[in-house]
């Protein structure tokens, strides 16, 4: 192995000025398969370990070195101690391929190689990247999004930026990162609008320049590796001995928005571009399809006129976003395109539809403990409940923060049924900066309904036995999917701010952290496991995943393998590993072929 030259698998690691070149597929090399069995690459159940290193024999500490099994769609993902040292946990037979990452090095990448047998240690050798602009492009997304904020006039207009342009994906890709003309830009900008990312005429005015200027090569260069490239820094704690399994799930147009962890080991995920669930079994690696009923949904759902919140060349009828376990072990799921509520037998395989008859868009799910179902409806500034044993259905409407936003959520309707009757097609529109938009839910332990509204920098709690509203301003941006603790305290992520908050319900005090990745972070979720009160946030923007251990009020930081994970939904099984998954959207802009499932399984 030592002095192997690294091949460069990821199109993240590639030049703008080269914008074909993460269309080469490496191909399996025989004679580097029979070389790694013979320099003690070749593993049983849990044999292979080794060192990484550099061309002059130094260890490179934080190294991630991924395997991944061609037949089960798996990677298995450690990190490199100090010393550079390593060991993967038990793995099977079969034909693999090998990568080890620094940021700072070039990749360090074989094909085709068989693990059977019992080897001693193996020394993968990297070299060290000498290439600016290959270091540029290494760097995640919170590295580069400070280069366009400089570039704004203002602060509001740097947190709208924030806000709506990484409303669902990262600025972390080729494909973002590009210089474009300021009509190819105003075309971007329609279609985000119509996605939900609105933006003002005043961000608007500004944000071509700014954007050209700053993935300008020179710019960016003599920003992020001259005259010092600082590359993130290596897993500290329990994320240095972490173990991180990646499933590959769906196809390369699925959305994997959220996963849910169920009571029998199960995880399930919705692919919203795809209208259907998956099932993942992690002990025996198969994936099962539940195709959802779409009914007459034509593509597009209720929003197919007007086009709204479709992306181009979408076939979702339905699109499921959301979704939750129920106690006796049924799934219950937002359909936000076919403005519809599901639930699932997973036993019998037996679907019901509830149709939201009031409202648009039931987004984020939750399930209090009389079994009620609450869901936000972010179009229509709303939260929507289903009581089951009942069969009864309620939409509570939400106070808007100014006039200008009443107005806009009441003249929705009447957009929609221009667009259904008279052809009438907005040019943006959607759930932007101008309508408050309902996102994130919660359950407290008194039963109390709380929700977040994204754009209107509050939050709010409702009485679900007397149906009072209570609204409560956030000194911070963008509250978005908050979560309590077995204390009755609510956590919520600052997404264009930075940071997470606790606030207490019984003073009314809010505490805000900035969270550590460096650079502009953007919390998209966290989730609180209650068993030890730990905080799980997701680290959108700098592909990680971070602990924050509340007594101790300090951070962990989890860097995940795969170049542009954008995460959304966050869980935790009985054996206290951490479930999410890549939800970048549209998916192309992965480095990995398709979405994944993944688990984060800390280290002692």
């Not at 009509?183 to 954007?211: C, Y």
Request: proline residues 8%; glycine residues 8%.
């Amino acid at each position: 192995m030592k002095g192997r030259r690294s091949i460069h698998q990821s199109h993240e690691l590639t030049s703008p000025r080269r914008p074909a070149a993460w269309l080469i597929v490496s191909a399996i090399i025989l004679a580097a398969a029979l070389s790694f069995q013979s320099s003690g690459f070749a593993s049983d159940l849990g044999g292979f370990a080794g060192f990484v290193r550099d061309q002059n024999g130094r260890p490179v500490g934080g190294a991630t070195i991924t395997i991944t099994n061609r037949q089960l769609e798996r990677s298995t993902s450690v990190f490199a101690a100090k010393d550079g040292s390593f060991r993967m946990p038990a793995l099977e037979r079969g034909l693999y391929d090998l990568r080890v990452r620094r940021v700072g090095y070039k990749d360090l990448s074989e094909s085709g190689i068989s693990l059977q047998g019992q080897a001693g240690d193996t020394t993968l050798t990297m070299s060290a990247e000498t290439d600016p602009n290959e270091l540029a492009w290494q760097l995640p997304a919170n590295r580069w999004t400070p280069l366009v904020l400089e570039r704004l006039s203002n602060d509001p207009q740097r947190e709208e930026f924030v806000r709506q342009c990484a409303y669902c994906h990262q600025q972390g890709s080729w494909a973002t990162r590009v210089q474009r003309s300021d009509e190819d830009w105003q075309a971007i900008f329609i279609k985000m609008g119509r996605m939900g990312g609105t933006i003002s005429p005043e961000l608007e005015k500004e944000l071509p320049a700014a954007l050209n200027a700053a993935y300008d090569e020179k710019n960016y260069l003599s920003k992020l590796t001259e005259p010092e490239f600082i590359a993130p820094p290596t897993p500290e704690g329990r994320a240095a001995t972490a173990v991180i399994t990646e499933w590959r799930v769906g196809t390369p147009s699925s959305m994997l928005h959220d996963i849910v962890v169920h009571e029998d080991g199960a995880i399930w995920a919705v692919d919203t571009g795809g209208d259907r669930l998956y099932r993942l079994d992690p002990r025996t690696n198969q994936r099962e399809e539940f195709p959802i009923p779409t009914g007459d949904s034509p593509v597009g759902g209720v929003f197919h006129a007007s086009g709204l919140l479709q992306s181009p060349g979408a076939t979702a009828r339905v699109a499921p976003h959301s979704l939750q376990v129920a106690e006796d072990g049924t799934i219950w799921v937002t359909l936000c395109l076919g403005n519809k509520v599901a639930h699932l037998d997973p036993r019998s395989k037996r679907w019901t539809i509830y149709e939201q008859k009031e409202g648009l868009y039931p987004h984020t799910i939750r399930i209090d403990r009389k079994g009620r179902v609450w869901y936000t409806l972010a179009v229509s500034n709303g939260v929507g409940m289903i009581d089951p044993a009942s069969g009864e259905q309620r939409v509570y409407q939400l106070p808007a923060p100014s006039i200008g936003q009443a107005m806009a959520l009441r003249a929705m309707p009447l957009v929609m049924w221009a667009s259904e009757h008279l052809g009438f097609s907005p040019p943006s529109a959607g759930e932007g900066a101008t309508l408050p938009v309902p996102y994130g839910i919660d359950i407290a332990p008194d039963g109390g309904v709380w929700f977040s509204q994204l754009n209107a920098r509050r939050i709010g709690r409702i009485d679900p036995e007397t149906g009072e509203i209570r609204m409560v301003e956030t000194p911070f941006s963008g509250p978005r999917r908050m979560r309590f603790d077995s204390k009755g305290n609510l956590w919520i992520p600052g997404f264009s701010s930075n940071l997470i908050a606790r606030y207490n319900p019984q003073t009314g005090h809010f505490k805000t952290w900035k969270l550590p990745t460096g650079g502009v972070e953007t919390p998209y979720a966290l989730n609180v496991d209650r068993r030890t009160d730990m905080v799980w946030i997701c680290g959108t923007a700098s592909d990680t995943l971070m602990s924050f251990d509340p007594a101790a009020e300090s951070f962990t930081v989890y860097p995940l393998p795969t170049r542009v994970t954008y995460t959304r939904e966050i869980d935790f099984d009985k054996d206290g590993a951490i479930w999410t998954s890549n939800s970048d959207f549209p998916a192309w802009q992965i480095e990995a072929p398709a979405p994944s499932i993944i688990r984060i399984q800390p280290g002692p």
